[in-house]
């Protein structure tokens, strides 16, 4: 079953795990058209002994997969109320067409089916959130990585910080650089958004600060560079705040710039 109501056909020859072939076409079933979408916009298992005469019947996707339908049943797959599709058998090889017996056993196949397909789709979901998981972690150790693992102190100058994002990975960042014996340049900033996309333009930006960096350059000037270098490297929609300072701890001066 698709979002918008519609009904994808897909058509088994066969048992399909004993590896008879099958037959999946773009067939689309309009909603609420069809045994099946009757089927499942009812919620009831429906029996046809004759389709040709049956006005629910859709030719137009027995017609396309070249399928002579004389008679069928068609079972809702609900969980709850997900809506998984509609399982429907045609054709019984020993009779003309199929009588309630069957439609009584083809039920009990259907509940057993759908209770099938959701168990496999919430194993599917907790795998890939798993790998979404792992993938989120190294993320954040590939974050790690940018800041800075040791920070500069002497001169009466002692530096600290403490980092935390909100999620697995954030656009916060900041980076203290010792470029001279007398000069110590800091930043703090945050990439707007969150996530993912903010942490790789953050890892981005600090690399470029790193390679603007250097001996007598003020904060101003290094943004000025700064913002040149990221300017068409930055996804639409996305900016940075940042405040970048110099320290001098022989003059005990600190000046500031911030964009």
Same mark, same amino acid.
């Given at each position: 079953?698709?979002?918008?109501?519609?009904?994808?056909?897909?058509?088994?020859?066969?048992?399909?795990?004993?590896?008879?072939?099958t037959v999946l076409e773009d067939i689309? #079933?309009?909603?609420?058209?069809?045994?099946?979408?009757?089927?499942?916009?009812?919620?009831?298992?429906?029996?046809?002994?004759?389709?040709?005469?049956?006005?629910?019947?859709?030719?137009?996707?027995?017609?396309?997969?070249? @399928?002579?339908?004389?008679?069928?049943?068609?079972?809702?797959?609900?969980?709850?109320?997900?809506?998984?599709?509609?399982?429907?058998?045609?054709?019984?090889?020993?009779?003309?067409?199929?009588?309630?017996?069957?439609?009584?056993?083809?039920?009990?196949?259907?509940?057993?089916?759908?209770?099938?397909?959701?168990?496999?789709?919430?194993?599917?979901?907790?795998? /890939?959130?798993?790998? #979404?998981?792992?993938?989120?972690?190294?993320?954040? /150790?590939?974050?790690?990585?940018?800041?800075?693992?040791? @920070?500069?102190?002497?001169?009466?100058?002692?530096?600290?910080?403490?980092?935390?994002?909100?999620? +697995?990975?954030?656009?916060?960042?900041?980076?203290?650089?010792?470029?001279?014996?007398? /000069? #110590?340049?800091?930043?703090?900033?945050?990439?707007?958004?969150?996530?993912?996309?903010?942490?790789?333009?953050?890892?981005?930006?600090?690399? @470029?600060?790193?390679?603007?960096?250097?001996?007598?350059?003020?904060?101003? /000037?290094?943004?000025?560079?700064? +913002?040149?270098?990221?300017?068409?490297?930055?996804?639409?929609?996305?900016?940075?705040?940042?405040?970048?300072?110099? #320290?001098?701890?022989?003059?005990?001066?600190?000046?500031?710039?911030?964009?």
């Open positions: 079953a698709e979002g918008d109501g519609t009904l994808r056909l897909a058509l088994f020859s066969g048992v399909p795990e004993r590896g008879d072939e689309r #079933i309009p909603k609420g058209e069809g045994v099946s979408g009757w089927a499942l916009e009812h919620r009831k298992c429906v029996l046809v002994p004759d389709a040709e005469a049956d006005r629910r019947f859709y030719h137009e996707g027995a017609r396309r997969v070249g @399928l002579e339908v004389r008679s069928l049943i068609g079972a809702p797959l609900f969980r709850g109320e997900s809506r998984i599709g509609v399982l429907e058998v045609f054709n019984p090889t020993r009779k003309r067409s199929f009588e309630p017996v069957d439609q009584e056993a083809f039920e009990a196949f259907a509940n057993l089916a759908a209770t099938a397909i959701d168990k496999a789709r919430t194993s599917e979901r907790r795998r /890939e959130q798993e790998r #979404i998981r792992q993938e989120l972690s190294v993320a954040h /150790e590939i974050q790690q990585s940018f800041l800075p693992g040791s @920070l500069p102190s002497g001169n009466g100058l002692v530096c600290a910080a403490h980092y935390r994002a909100a999620r +697995n990975v954030s656009g916060d960042f900041y980076d203290v650089a010792e470029v001279s014996p007398d /000069e #110590i340049y800091f930043v703090v900033g945050d990439v707007s958004g969150r996530g993912v996309p903010a942490a790789l333009l953050m890892a981005q930006s600090v690399s @470029l600060l790193r390679l603007i960096l250097r001996p007598g350059i003020s904060p101003a /000037e290094a943004l000025r560079r700064w +913002n040149s270098l990221l300017t068409g490297r930055i996804m639409p929609g996305f900016f940075i705040t940042t405040v970048l300072g110099r #320290i001098r701890p022989s003059t005990r001066e600190v000046e500031l710039a911030s964009a």
